[in-house]
T-cell receptor, first 110, second 114 residues
Framework: DAGVTQSPTHLIKTRGQQVTLRCSPK?????VSWYQQALGQGPQFIFQ???????QRGNFPDRFSGHQFPNYSSELNVNALLLGDSALYLC?????????FGPGTRLTVT | GENVEQHPSTLSVQEGDSAVIKCTYS??????FPWYKQELGKGPQLIID?????GEKKDQRIAVTLNKTAKHFSLHITETQPEDSAVYFC?????????????FGSGTRLSIRP
């Protein structure tokens, strides 16, 4: 079992650009959540997808959007990037209470 | 609003000694409390969790306690080893029948002195 995988590992973008991050959940998991982790802080919940629908959303602007595919994989899209969007973006998959995290995508906005 | 406070922010213990990390939460609807360990360059790893109908849970050298009345929960690591060095996060979630958003604490950087 490969566990939760994310791509790319690292990404550098310029202010105003758009970015797409990808996540493949652990085998057997149907729910995907996305978190943003700024340096030295705990992860913050962005949103959660289940059955290809956004089920819950945290306090993030509409610039953050997502999608879940029929195979349960997911994408996180961020438009009009700001310097403050620089962070580690984590994907977590679950089938019950427990959420298991991937290694994350390190996004740097310059 | 929903908040999880975690103390201390840094903790240094001698190898073989015990380490304790304490957290409090604000949302009374929280009923699931996971703990994560994050090593440098990696995602958080679930190490133990506890649900609100249980006061204590133990897994080898790791134990968690929960006091729902006081909204306190703690992580205890006994016989610490060098590989225990990492950042530890407590978290709370209002999960009901399935996974829900997790609110994380700010983390504790644990260092084990040889």
């Amino acid at each position: 079992d490969a566990g939760v995988t994310q791509s790319p590992t690292h990404l550098i973008k310029t202010r105003g650009q758009q970015v797409t991050l990808r996540c493949s959940p652990k085998s057997g998991h149907d729910t995907v959540s996305w978190y943003q982790q700024a340096l030295g802080q705990g992860p913050q919940f962005i949103f959660q997808y289940y059955e290809e629908e956004e089920r819950q959303r945290g306090n993030f602007p509409d610039r953050f959007s997502g999608h879940q595919f029929p195979n349960y994989s997911s994408e996180l899209n961020v438009n009009a990037l700001l310097l403050g969007d620089s962070a580690l973006y984590l994907c977590a998959s679950s089938s019950n209470y427990e959420q298991y995290f991937g290694p994350g995508t390190r996004l740097t906005v310059t | 609003g929903e908040n999880v406070e975690q103390h201390p922010s840094t903790l240094s213990v001698q190898e073989g000694d015990s380490a304790v990390i304490k957290c409090t939460y604000s949302d009374s609807a929280s009923n699931y409390f996971p703990w994560y360990k994050q090593e440098l360059g990696k995602g958080p790893q679930l190490i133990i969790d506890i649900r609100s109908n249980v006061g204590e849970k133990k897994d080898q050298r790791i134990a968690v306690t929960l006091n729902k009345t006081a909204k306190h929960f703690s992580l205890h690591i006994t016989e610490t080893q060098p590989e225990d060095s990492a950042v530890y996060f407590c978290a709370a979630s209002p999960s009901r029948s399935s996974a829900s958003k997790i609110i994380f604490g700010s983390g504790t950087r644990l260092s084990i002195r040889p």
